[in-house]
T-cell receptor, first 110, second 121 residues
Framework: QKEVEQNSGPLSVPEGAIASLNCTYSDRGSQSFFWYRQYSGKSPELIMFIYSNGDKEDGRFTAQLNKASQYVSLLIRDSQPSDSATYLCAVVNNDYKLSFGAGTTVTVRA | GAVVSQHPSRVICKSGTSVKIECRSLDFQATTMFWYRQFPKQSLMLMATSNEGSKATYEQGVEKDKFLINHASLTLSTLTVTSAHPEDSSFYIC?????????????????FGPGTRLTVL
């Protein structure tokens, strides 16, 4: 079982819709959870991090964490064409290392 | 925000040559830096963890004699790909952890450099 698994893509949504991205992780000791956005040919850029159960909102983005279910998600509201990218879920364990999921490619149709 | 730079951004070299990539934290001290490799359409894979003043810790399957890492100061880590071959062609990305912002284990943000595209002919 992979440490971090993301829902398979690609995910195509119309402009203005909500894009929903899911991620599960295997290590119950994981402490911090990150969502990165990566455009083709570029390095990842941080969207949000979360480490407490519940929701965390930042603009059009909402991260949700459920440690009991070992599940973290990202919602993108009012999706824009500029949101088209690969979204990477990453988890940090006690050794401060980031484990990345395979990524979900999102395409927002204008 | 914390800024990490990498140099060069792109390098093309002949098979058998060595290539050095620099990673710098510009406005903070980074006691720990990380080196990742990303092949096309794949996710980032951690290669090694670089600690200032000590030897790097390599992930399983990464050849430490091929990928030399030096972290001589709190703001600079270098990755040298020795005797590069076409299969080493990849996107190499470094990141740095800002030890100065918080020692709370719940806060583990890494700041990524822009990456270095290596092509070995």
């Amino acid at each position: 079982q992979k440490e971090v698994e993301q829902n398979s893509g690609p995910l195509s949504v119309p402009e203005g819709a909500i894009a929903s991205l899911n991620c599960t992780y295997s290590d119950r000791g994981s402490q911090s959870f990150f969502w990165y956005r990566q455009y083709s040919g570029k390095s990842p850029e941080l969207i949000m991090f979360i480490y407490s159960n519940g929701d965390k909102e930042d603009g059009r983005f909402t991260a949700q964490l459920n440690k009991a279910s070992q599940y973290v998600s990202l919602l993108i509201r009012d999706s824009q064409p500029s949101d088209s990218a690969t979204y990477l879920c990453a988890v940090v364990n006690n050794d401060y290392k980031l484990s990345f999921g395979a990524g979900t490619t999102v395409t927002v149709r204008a | 925000g914390a800024v990490v730079s990498q140099h060069p951004s792109r390098v093309i070299c002949k098979s058998g040559t060595s290539v050095k990539i620099e990673c710098r934290s510009l406005d903070f001290q980074a006691t720990t830096m990380f080196w990742y490799r990303q092949f096309p359409k794949q996710s980032l894979m951690l290669m090694a963890t670089s600690n200032e003043g000590s030897k790097a810790t390599y992930e399983q399957g990464v050849e430490k004699d091929k990928f030399l890492i030096n972290h001589a100061s709190l703001t600079l880590s270098t990755l040298t790909v020795t005797s590069a071959h076409p299969e080493d062609s990849s996107f190499y990305i470094c990141s740095a952890r800002d030890w100065g912002t918080s020692e709370n284990p719940s806060y583990n943000e890494q700041f990524f450099g822009p990456g270095t595209r290596l092509t070995v002919l």
